[in-house]
């Protein structure tokens, strides 16, 4: 795997999905020697359970785990701190990382209770966790999911979880995207893989997860959240971390240098979370049949970016699902439906995409 690749893989079984990552990725190559020491980086900023759009799902880790145990390494630590007031030994219970721990014997670390020590990052003086800098090879693992402040949040910002809560007090005082960028500069993000199956629609703790049912394998943080903002419906301009992150050469934010590569493992699977109130109003205006998730879940972003920006759907109703091929009609989402009169092509298509095609 190289830096500007990105592995897509669709489908609701995360354990399986993680591991064929791994694979894909020949993982093992780019660790290499057995005895490093390595750290996976979940985000479990509160305990709630993953189904609620908050959390990385305890399979994602499972998934890596089995695989790099297979292969031979076994020094392995989950490395978390849980957001300010939250009890980062009660999330690892509720998300199911204490039972992953006692299962495969490896570590977990609540950075809230680590020592730390001071790093100039790139210009800043930021205090860092040891557990996470003491890791030969790390593995962040963020959750695909909207940001109430910084718009998104996902591989670069999930970082924040190793940094001591006097860090991410001040963090919030200089306004978080410039520390965030300066931060990445020093904690190590080797290999990352997003868990996008239910990620939350525009919060960080959560409540109203939206399924889209892929997770995403990079080593680029920067090239991996700029794809992310296309996903969920915003512009890399939106997000300014990015930006500054790439200024800082941490990588590379020009998604037309990117290698995209997508699994359609179990791409057909629908839509199996209740829709909370909120999406349910988002929604009234379309009409599914056997829409997968993953299509089905883009469109739900770009709804709501539409609705943060006051941009109205023009047409309605939208079409979009399997159901939808060889017929025709007026508008449609995805390539089951490119019978119809306006079309918007993808397999899934991207929030982005979808939002300029409504908004003509
Ligand atoms: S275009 Fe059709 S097959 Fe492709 S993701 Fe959308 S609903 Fe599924």
């Known amino acids: 795997m190289k830096k500007e690749d990105i592995l897509v893989i669709y489908g609701n079984e995360p354990k399986e999905m993680a591991r064929k990552i791994c694979e894909n990725a020949s993982l093992e190559t780019l660790i290499g020697d057995k005895n490093k020491k390595i750290g996976l980086k979940p985000n479990l900023v509160l ?6 759009g908050a959390t990385t799902h305890s399979e994602v880790a499972e998934g890596i785990i089995e695989y790099l145990q297979s292969k031979g390494y076994f020094d392995i630590s989950i490395i978390e701190g849980s957001c300010v007031g939250s009890d980062t030994e009660q999330a690892f219970r509720v998300c199911g990382y204490t039972k992953l721990a006692e299962t495969y014997h490896v570590k977990n670390i609540d950075t809230r209770k680590d020592t730390w020590t001071v790093h100039n990052c790139k210009g800043v003086e930021i205090k860092i966790c040891n557990s996470a800098l003491s890791v030969d090879y790390m593995i962040n693992l963020p959750v695909l999911k909207g940001h109430c402040q910084t718009k998104i949040t996902c ?35 080797d290999f990352i893989i997003v868990d996008g199956i239910c990620g939350d629609l525009n919060f960080e703790e959560g409540g109203t997860p939206v399924q889209m049912n892929r997770l995403i394998g990079a080593m680029d943080p920067v090239l991996c959240d700029a ?25 590379s934010a020009d998604m037309t240098k990117a290698n995209v590569m997508e699994t359609d493992q179990n791409k057909k699977h629908i839509d199996n979370i209740k829709p909370t109130n909120r999406i349910q109003a988002l929604v009234k205006d379309i009409k599914s049949k056997d829409a997968c998730s993953a299509c089905y879940g883009s469109l739900i972003y770009a709804l709501e970016r539409m609705k943060e920006k006051g941009i109205s759907v023009k047409y309605t109703p939208i079409c979009i699902g399997q159901e939808y091929r060889g017929k025709s009609g007026e508008v449609g989402i995805g390539n089951c439906t490119r019978g119809f009169q306006k079309s918007l092509g993808g397999c899934p298509p991207k929030a982005i995409d979808i939002m300029e095609f409504l908004s003509k």
């Open 155 to 189: 591989a670069l910002k999930n970082n924040k979880g190793v940094i001591p809560d006097s860090e991410k007090r001040r963090f919030h005082t200089m306004g978080l995207h410039k520390p965030i960028a300066h931060l990445n500069t020093v904690v190590r993000n």
């Open 227 to 251: 794809y992310v903002c296309g996903l969920i419906g915003y512009e890399v301009s939106d997000v300014q971390y990015i930006k500054i992150a790439e200024e800082m050469g941490i990588g």
């Open 47 to 52: 305990p709630h359970k993953a189904e609620n």
